[in-house]
Each structure stands twice: as structure tokens, then as C-alpha cells.
T-cell receptor
Framework: GENVEQHPSTLSVQEGDSAVIKCTYS??????FPWYKQELGKRPQLIIDIRSNVGEKKDQRIAVTLNKTAKHFSLHITETQPEDSAVYFC??????????FGTGTSLTVIP | GAGVSQSPRYKVAKRGQDVALRCDPISGHVSLFWYQQALGQGPEFLTY????????KSGLPSDRFFAERPEGSVSTLKIQRTQKEDSAVYLC???????????FGDGTRLSIL
């Protein structure tokens, strides 16, 4: 199946700094890459996604970049706030039906 | 409905019992996914439905796991003869069609004693 690797597993930043989380995938046919935020005991929530026909997408403080050649995509959070503290998961499709998730990044924003 | 609804939110069962977990997807969503999430891990794919057709069940860990979506809306994940290793959060997600944003339910936290 799809091999999705996510780094780092934990990340601590000072409030106001930027955070970057990176994922690599193995299936060159993958064409849709979502990012989810999951707070403790809650459902994963889609925060941003990108399709393979674009290289970058932004939504306020959140951006995702995609490098199809290198098969990696990254989540960028700028001007971090304490409420950004959560676990973030990337995902990539496999065979059109399955989605493989990364192992997650626990982000802590220190006030 | 407004979002994906799962029930029960918590389920405790004794080893060997059968359990049934329900998912009510967003109205009109064609695609429905079941995932298993262990503590501290990402969701792991179990199975996928397109309408009432189960197109992929390759992620189901054993033949004790069975899922259905008979009318193309509500889905049930059944686990027979539960084992301790089945303890996890079971998440359901739906999307309008393949490769569209998936919307997750709150999950069912299953504990097998």
C-alpha cells in the first residue's frame, strides 16, 4: 500500500513562530493530499488540501506546498497561536479508494 | 444531516462478544470510509463504500470484521468474537465522491475487557 511518512513526530514552537510539517508518499499516481487537525478526544478535521495540479495553496495562516517530483508535501502554519496546539495528520490516496494517513505530528505552541 | 454521526460514542464489551457500530454519513455523500485509530496513531483504513457497494475491504484485519451499507446511506461495522486487540477508536468518514474532502464523525471508542 501507500507509504506515507510524516516528520517530525513532535514539534514545539513559541507563539508567533512558524511551524512546518512534512510528509512523503510513494505512489506517483496520488493526486489529492489533505491535512487534518485532531484535538484530544475529538474527530479529525480537514484544515487544508491540495490537488496535484497546483504547487501551493494558502488559507489565511495555513499553507500547503506540493512537490510531485520529490513526492512530498508540507504544511506551513504561520503566526502560531496556542489554539493551534493539536495533532496534525497528512494523508495520501492509494488505488483510488484507500487513504493512508501519516503517523501524526503533535504540535505544541508555547505562549 | 449536519455532519457525520456515529453511535454509540463509547462501547465496552467483554472479550468474545459481538459489537455493532453505526455510521450516519452526510446526506447525499456517495463515499463512506471506516478507519481504526489506535492511541497515538493515525487513522488506519479499514473499508470503503461507494453507495451500497463495498469496493474495498482490504484493510479489515480479520474475517471477524464485517461492514455493510445496504441502502447506500447508513453503514454498520460489525465485529464478531471481539478480542482485546480490537480496542480502538473506530472512525467513519464520508465524502461527496472519491477524492473529495472527507468529513469525519466523532468515532466510537471501543474497549474490550
Amino acid at each position: 500500500g501507500e507509504n506515507v511518512e510524516q516528520h517530525p513526530s513532535t514539534l514545539s514552537v513559541q507563539e508567533g513562530d512558524s511551524a512546518v510539517i512534512k510528509c512523503t508518499y510513494s505512489d506517483s499516481a496520488s493526486n489529492y493530499f489533505p491535512w487534518y487537525k485532531q484535538e484530544l478526544g475529538k474527530r479529525p478535521q480537514l484544515i487544508i488540501d491540495i490537488r496535484s495540479n497546483v504547487g501551493e495553496k494558502k488559507d489565511q495562516r495555513i499553507a500547503v506546498t506540493l512537490n510531485k517530483t520529490a513526492k512530498h508535501f508540507s504544511l506551513h502554519i504561520t503566526e502560531t497561536q496556542p489554539e493551534d496546539s493539536a495533532v496534525y495528520f497528512c494523508a495520501a490516496p492509494w488505488t483510488g479508494n484507500q487513504f493512508y494517513f501519516g503517523t501524526g505530528t503533535s504540535l505544541t505552541v508555547i505562549p | 444531516g449536519a455532519g457525520v454521526s456515529q453511535s454509540p460514542r463509547y462501547k465496552v464489551a467483554k472479550r468474545g462478544q459481538d459489537v455493532a457500530l453505526r455510521c450516519d454519513p452526510i446526506s447525499g455523500h456517495v463515499s463512506l470510509f471506516w478507519y481504526q485509530q489506535a492511541l497515538g496513531q493515525g487513522p488506519e483504513f479499514l473499508t470503503y463504500f461507494q453507495n451500497e457497494a463495498q469496493l474495498d475491504k482490504s484493510g479489515l484485519p480479520s474475517d471477524r470484521f464485517f461492514a455493510e451499507r445496504p441502502e447506500g446511506s447508513v453503514s454498520t461495522l460489525k465485529i464478531q468474537r471481539t478480542q482485546k486487540e480490537d480496542s480502538a477508536v473506530y472512525l467513519c468518514a464520508s465524502s461527496s465522491r472519491a477524492h473529495q474532502p472527507q468529513h469525519f464523525g466523532d468515532g466510537t471508542r471501543l474497549s474490550i475487557l
